[in-house]
C-alpha cells in the first residue's frame, strides 16, 4: 500500500540545490513541451501548463535552447514577464545541442557556450540566468576550457549557478576538483534521465553528487509516459518504428497536438528503445503496485524518483495543465516497504562486478571477513 502524507512536501517545501544557497520546489517544470511539434504544446496550452505550476507554489523552470528552436524559451520569457514573476522564479536553460548547422552551432567550447548564453538572456527577456546546464558533453572541449568559460559567465552576472547534464561522471569529477583547487566556481547539480526503467546514474554519478556536493535534478522520471501506463504493448509493437531525435523544431504557426496523440507514438527523442521486454516487466509490476494502492501508476512512478538518495528536484513534463495537479499530488506519497521492494526487484536488474564488490553483501563477504559491515552517511 501506499501512505498519503500531504504535510510531509509540496511546491512550497523548498531545498537547497546541491551544497549552495540555490533554493527551489522538489518538481521542477520542464518546458520540453512547450512549442514542440506533435507531441507538444502549443502557446495556449503552454501558458495554462506554467501558471498551474507556479500558481502551486512552484519556483523551478527549466528550458533549453534547443527546445522547439528557441521558442520554448521565448514563452518562457513572456510567460514570466507577464506575471512579474521573475523575482520568485528560478530559470535554468542549457546548450549543447545543435542549434543550427556548423561546428561552432552545439558543444560545450568558449565560443560557443558564451554566444548561446547571449541568445538564451534575449529570449528569456532577462539579465541573468539563474541555473545553466551543459546539455551533453561534447567529447572534446577539455575540462579546464568549460571551467573558466562558466567562471567567466558568473562572474560577468550572465549567470549564478551552473550544473551538468548527460556528461561522463569521471568527466565531471575532474571538473568538480579542478574548481575547488582553483577556488573557482563548482558545479552545483547533475541533471540525468532516472527513472524506474532508467538507473544507470546510481552507479557512478549518485555517489559523485553526494561526495562533491551536486543535486541530482532527474529528467523523464516517467520515461516519457511509459511509466504513466498509457501504453499497450502489443498496439506499440504492431505499430510502425520510430525515429529518435533532438527536438529541436517548433510547431509552425502554433500547431495544436493531435487527439489523442502520445509522446512515444511517432518521432520522439528515444525512438524504440524504451519498449523492451524488461521495460514492459516494469511497466505491468507499476501498475499491479498502483492498483493494489488505489493510485495512478504515473503517481507511483514519480514518488519512486522523488524519494530516491541524492534526488534534489524532479522535472516534469507533462502535456496538460490537470497532470501538473495530479504529479504535485505524488510528494504526498510514501511507497510501503513492499511496494518499494517490489519495484527495486523489477527495474534494479544486474549489478555490474565492479561495483558488487565495494558494497554489501559481496564486500562484506570478500572483504570484510564475512563481518557485518556499514558505511558512515553522509
Not at 88 to 100: E, H, P
Not at 117 to 146: K, M, Q
Not at 147 to 159: C, F, N, Q, V
Not at 172 to 179: C, G, K, N, Q, S
Amino acid at each position: 500500500m501506499l501512505v498519503t502524507e500531504s504535510f510531509l512536501m509540496n511546491l512550497h517545501s523548498y531545498r537547497a540545490l546541491g551544497r549552495s544557497g540555490l533554493l527551489v520546489s522538489p518538481l521542477a517544470l520542464g518546458t520540453m513541451t512547450f512549442g514542440t511539434p506533435r507531441w507538444g504544446l502549443d502557446e495556449a496550452d503552454s501558458r495554462a501548463v506554467f501558471d498551474r505550476y507556479t500558481e502551486l507554489g512552484g519556483n523551478f523552470v527549466d528550458t533549453a535552447d534547443v527546445y522547439a528552436g528557441g521558442r520554448s524559451e521565448e514563452m518562457v520569457g513572456a510567460f514570466v514577464a507577464k506575471r512579474g514573476l521573475r523575482e520568485r522564479l528560478v530559470i535554468a536553460t542549457k546548450s549543447g545541442f545543435a542549434t543550427g548547422q556548423g561546428m561552432h552551432q552545439g558543444g560545450n567550447g568558449a565560443r560557443h557556450v558564451r554566444a548561446a548564453v547571449e541568445r538564451s538572456l534575449a529570449r528569456l527577456r532577462t539579465d541573468f540566468i539563474d541555473l545553466y546546464w551543459v546539455h551533453v558533453w561534447d567529447g572534446i572541449t577539455p575540462a579546464e576550457e568549460l571551467l573558466e568559460t562558466m567562471t567567466a559567465l558568473i562572474r560577468a552576472g550572465k549567470i549564478r549557478y551552473w550544473g551538468l547534464s548527460n556528461t561522463p561522471a569521471w568527466y565531471v569529477a575532474e571538473i568538480a576538483t579542478l574548481a575547488r583547487l582553483r577556488g573557482q566556481p563548482v558545479p552545483i547539480g547533475l541533471q540525468y534521465f532516472y527513472s524506474l526503467v532508467e538507473r544507470g546514474v546510481e552507479n557512478e554519478h549518485v555517489p559523485l553528487g553526494q561526495a562533491f556536493g551536486l543535486g541530482l535534478v532527474p529528467w523523464s522520471p516517467l520515461a516519457y509516459g511509459l511509466l504513466a501506463g498509457k501504453y499497450d504493448r502489443a498496439e506499440v509493437e504492431a505499430g510502425p518504428a520510430r525515429r529518435g531525435g533532438v527536438p529541436n523544431q517548433g510547431a509552425a504557426n502554433d500547431q495544436a497536438r493531435p487527439e489523442g496523440d502520445k509522446r512515444l507514438d511517432g518521432d520522439n527523442p528515444f525512438g524504440d528503445m524504451l519498449f523492451t521486454d524488461r521495460n514492459w516487466r516494469i511497466v505491468d509490476v507499476l501498475r499491479r503496485v498502483a492498483e493494489e494502492a488505489d493510485q495512478t501508476p504515473a503517481r507511483v512512478a514519480l514518488a519512486w524518483v522523488v524519494g530516491r538518495p541524492g534526488v534534489a528536484s524532479t522535472l516534469l513534463g507533462v502535456s496538460r495543465a490537470e497532470q501538473v495537479t495530479d504529479n504535485v499530488a505524488a510528494l504526498g506519497l510514501t511507497l510501503s516497504a513492499e511496494h518499494a521492494a517490489a519495484l527495486d526487484a523489477v527495474s534494479g536488474g544486474s549489478e555490474n562486478l565492479l561495483y558488487s564488490l565495494s558494497r554489501p553483501p559481496l564486500r562484506n563477504q570478500v572483504v570484510f571477513g564475512g563481518a557485518e559491515v556499514q558505511g558512515w552517511q553522509a
